[in-house]
């Protein structure tokens, strides 16, 4: 698995973004990447069946999918890589690859299992960002260790995802309390900075706010990117030993066909021409 991963780390690195743009060309991708558990009451949040036929005939699948929908989703996502892995279907496994990766990262980021999912009903908008793009971007290669290991075998991706939005839910009151008493203590004037991001002088949480607002979640944002990345690895094992560990030598070759290239294209399109399908995260 190592080898045929490892030779094909650009293709996952540049399309585990795909799903995000695929929130520009189609209306139903928005839920994929959240929920909004705090809707079905208070944790463990009881009252929402973990399984999805029970849900959706418990609240109806219009309310299901509109409070978001992903720990079904990558359940479906993981039985999708099984099936490409027993069909050895190169180019399916590594799309299925790096787009799996992308929900599961965001069920480890709590604002994807809040409500309040950027800080819009208590005065804290942006916040979403902060904790998911700011922080990591500054502190990722100069303080973390993200080197976690060898993956493991998921007995049941179900309790394994459930688990993991659970902790989620539970950190998010926490990510939006501790910024707002950060915020309380600081000086107004230096809480924002313009700085240097992708190569462009913007607006943004100051490198001082950002490693003080780290510190003060004793590295929460590290440690959920750390199993983020465990999960992301066990969840690709998984799928190739319930596929039969398939001999994937034979793969090392893989050609793109046209329609496959037409469909990154018009998600390239509709993500630099449309508007955003759904709800916003991020500070517009």
């Known amino acids: 698995m190592m080898r045929f991963y490892k030779q094909h780390i650009d293709f996952l690195s540049e399309h585990a973004v795909d799903p995000d743009k695929r929130r520009y060309a189609v209306e139903e991708e928005g839920p994929r990447h959240y ?7 208070v944790y463990p949040y009881d009252s929402l069946p973990r399984n999805w036929n029970d849900a959706i005939a418990k609240y109806s699948e219009d309310t299901i999918t509109k409070y978001g929908t992903v720990p079904w989703w990558v359940q479906i996502m993981q039985r999708r890589l099984t099936e490409a892995f027993q069909q050895k279907d190169g180019v399916r496994i590594l799309k299925l690859s790096a787009e799996i990766g ?3 990262g965001d069920a480890h980021v709590p604002l994807h299992a809040c409500s309040n999912h950027n800080g819009q009903y208590t005065n804290q908008r942006g916040i979403h960002g902060f904790w998911e793009s700011r922080v990591p971007e500054l502190l990722l290669k100069k303080e973390w260790d993200l080197f976690i290991g060898k993956a493991e075998y998921i007995k049941s991706p ?3 995802i459930w688990k993991r939005v659970l902790e989620s839910a539970a950190a998010s009151d926490t990510v939006l309390i501790y910024e707002r008493e950060l ?9 924002f900075a313009f700085e240097e991001r992708a190569g462009k002088i913007i607006k943004q949480y100051s490198s001082a706010f950002s490693i003080a ?3 003060k979640l004793k590295g929460m944002v590290e440690r959920r990117l750390r199993q983020s990345i465990y999960a992301v690895a066990s969840f690709w094992y998984s799928a190739w030993v319930d596929a039969g560990q398939p001999n994937l030598d034979h793969l090392s070759s893989i050609k793109f066909t046209e329609a496959d290239e037409k469909e990154f294209e018009e998600l390239n399109k509709a993500w630099r021409n449309s508007t955003l399908k759904g709800r916003e995260h991020e500070t517009p």
């Open 35 to 41: 929920i909004d558990i705090d809707h079905y009451g």
């Open 102 to 104: 992308h929900y599961l």
């Open 158 to 160: 179900s309790d394994f």
């Open 183 to 191: 915020t309380n203590q600081f000086p107004a004037d230096q809480k």
């Open 213 to 215: 607002y780290n510190n």
